[in-house]
């Protein structure tokens, strides 16, 4: 996994490997500043000169957006409180042709509006741990990252990915029905250039910047 200061520390992990008409992404994370007043981005898929679709917790609800150059619409949470700080969570945004549905440890939570996004592609660029306008930095720790494209899971697969806190190995594609796996990074071992590994087909390794440090292996369940 990745340890991330909330000060500068980020991945740049090459290009954007879906399409925002329907996709899947899924991560686990922990984060120190889950109740403060400060934005902590996750994922963000395009940037703010394009069309970007980000995820970010703040105040202990989960954020997303999407800008698609005329307007940038929102949807979040809905007062659940979700997020203790120094707590792993296992996320999964499921966006069936612009329709999100949201999953905290395998179970669906409800947004307080429900937006529909425009099927559009997003900007080529794919960043963990800041948001598109190169701020709102993670506080805290982000593994077991995976987009899968086409894909919107269903609650079924969902539950496959969870695994009773147990991360899923997705390279074994065990899930159900076999999506298409289009981004994935897990293991703590980095490349010869030190770059965090894409474990998918697409070789999307991620560089780390700002100090961002691997710590331990991953697929283990301590603290989960």
Known sequence: MIAFDGYNDYITCGANPHSIATFSLSLWFSCSSATATTNNALITLGDSNTAHFAVSVYEQEIYASYENGSGDVRTKSNGLDLFENDKWYHLVCSNSSGTLTWYVNGSAVT???????????????????????????????ITEVSIFSGTALSSTQVQELYNDGVPLDLTLNTLTDSPTLSGYWRNNKLTTAGLWDDLSTNSNNGTLSGGSTVIFPEGTTSGR
Do not use: P, W
């Not at 099927?119 to 701020?135: H, M, P, T, V, Y």
């Open 111 to 141: 947004v307080a509006t429900s937006q529909t996004l425009t099927a559009q592609s997003c900007g080529d660029l794919f960043e963990i741990g800041r948001n598109d306008n190169k701020s709102a930095y993670f506080n805290g720790f």
